[in-house]
């Protein structure tokens, strides 16, 4: 059985690096991205097509095959993930409501918001600010309906 661990936090948190890291710690567990099904068009309401191709197959068993977003306009190849011991999925909202019934634990990754700005900025440039700006009203939506942070199973530091 497949023990699905979320690592979640705002954008810019820590969390790829995080889950990299517990990843590596774990023997090489795959880690699967929310940003692959997420966009700038489509930041949070994406969740379904994750649910049907990535947590309901590895629920079952099997391999999970899915469309991966292309956020630079250049198509990327499909993501496979193999049914393991655990893997992980890293992202903004990966301990949602919805996804909580997959999950075997939840990690919240606590980092002060300038830091994460700072953070996507530095890695996006100077003219995504509003994009992210966006991005962090989408986030405490989610964070003021769902509050992640008190279902989570650990609470670590992003920076």
Not at 102 to 108: M, P, R, T
Not at 131 to 156: K, M
């Amino acid at each position: 059985m497949t023990r699905i661990v979320a690592v979640d936090g705002h954008g810019g948190a820590g969390k790829s690096t995080f889950a990299e890291k517990l990843a590596a710690a774990l023997g090489g567990a795959p880690v699967a991205h929310t940003d692959d099904f997420a966009s700038w068009e489509e930041p949070l309401d994406w969740w379904p097509r994750c649910i049907r191709e990535l947590l309901d197959p590895l629920a079952r068993g099997e391999t999970a095959r899915y469309e991966v977003t292309a956020w630079t306009g250049v198509p990327r190849p499909p993501a496979l993930v193999e049914p393991a011991e655990v893997v992980i999925l890293e992202g903004v909202t990966a301990s949602r409501e919805a996804f909580r019934r997959y999950l075997a634990y939840a990690i919240w990754v606590e980092t002060p918001r300038e830091v994460c700005l700072q953070r996507g900025i530095e890695r996006d440039g100077e003219h995504m600010r509003d994009q992210w700006e966006r991005g962090f009203e989408s986030e405490n939506g989610y964070i003021a309906r769902e509050h992640p942070e008190l279902h989570a199973d650990t609470v670590v530091l992003g920076f």
